[in-house]
T-cell receptor, first 112, second 114 residues
Framework: DAKTTQPTSMDCAEGRAANLPCNHSTISGNEYVYWYRQIHSQGPQYIIHGLKNNETNEMASLIITEDRKSSTLILPHATLRDTAVYYCIVRVFRGYGQNFVFGPGTRLSVLP | NAGVTQTPKFRILKIGQSMTLQCTQD?????MYWYRQDPGMGLKLIYYSVGAGITDKGEVPNGYNVSRSTTEDFPLRLELAAPSQTSVYFC?????????????FGNGTRLTVT
């Protein structure tokens, strides 16, 4: 199964861009990269996902390297409310089950 | 639009007691999941279901049972509660077919077993 590696924690100044890296060197060609975040103990919140191309939505941008072995989530103008644990996930296929495998994530602290 | 709804939000059980954690979704999703999250840790998959009548074990299924009689509901049963089952439990769902569909999570059930 494709595993992901993320830094344990990061800090970012309010108003600056937050760049969260993720390594997924064993990703297969048809596996998507997903990003979620979890604020306090709420349910994880979907942010963005991609396969090969860079993606952007109203929350963030996702940059995937050409070899697909790593990606970066970019929060363009971080606010205090973006303080959360961010999970990089590779969607794993097991038969007809489509499972998401969560690692420990990156704890992002946005500082005033 | 309710999404994924979990009940109860909090529960305290004594060792050996049983309970059912309820999960329902109104998005007509085929895939449903139960995760547990221990303090400071990521989510671990307990069970999942790919449709009514079909369930399968995840990473940490011991001590739990599930059923899926309808598309909407996916209850998680704890038969003999143990302190090791103290955790926050999240239910999630996603649609089929396709792989580029995100998981939608409920807000969790915080369970304490003493």
């Amino acid at each position: 199964d494709a595993k992901t590696t993320q830094p344990t924690s990061m800090d970012c100044a309010e108003g600056r861009a937050a760049n969260l890296p993720c390594n997924h060197s064993t990703i297969s060609g048809n596996e998507y990269v997903y990003w979620y975040r979890q604020i306090h103990s709420q349910g994880p919140q979907y942010i963005i996902h991609g396969l090969k191309n860079n993606e952007t939505n109203e929350m963030a941008s996702l940059i995937i390297t050409e070899d697909r072995k790593s990606s970066t989530l970019i929060l363009p103008h971080a606010t205090l409310r973006d303080t959360a644990v961010y999970y990089c996930i590779v969607r794993v296929f097991r038969g007809y089950g489509q499972n998401f495998v969560f690692g420990p994530g990156t704890r992002l602290s946005v500082l005033p | 639009n309710a999404g994924v709804t979990q009940t109860p939000k909090f529960r305290i059980l004594k060792i050996g007691q049983s309970m059912t954690l309820q999960c329902t979704q109104d998005m007509n999703h085929n895939y449903m999941y139960w995760y547990r999250q221990d303090p400071g840790m990521g989510l671990k998959l307990i069970y999942y279901s790919v449709g009514a009548g079909i369930t399968d074990k995840g990473e940490v299924p011991n001590g739990y049972n599930v059923s899926r009689s309808t598309t909407e509901d996916f209850p998680l049963r704890l038969e003999l509660a143990a302190p090791s089952q103290t955790s926050v439990y999240f239910c999630a769902s996603t649609t089929l077919p396709g792989v580029d569909s995100p998981l939608h999570f409920g807000n969790g059930t915080r369970l304490t077993v003493t």
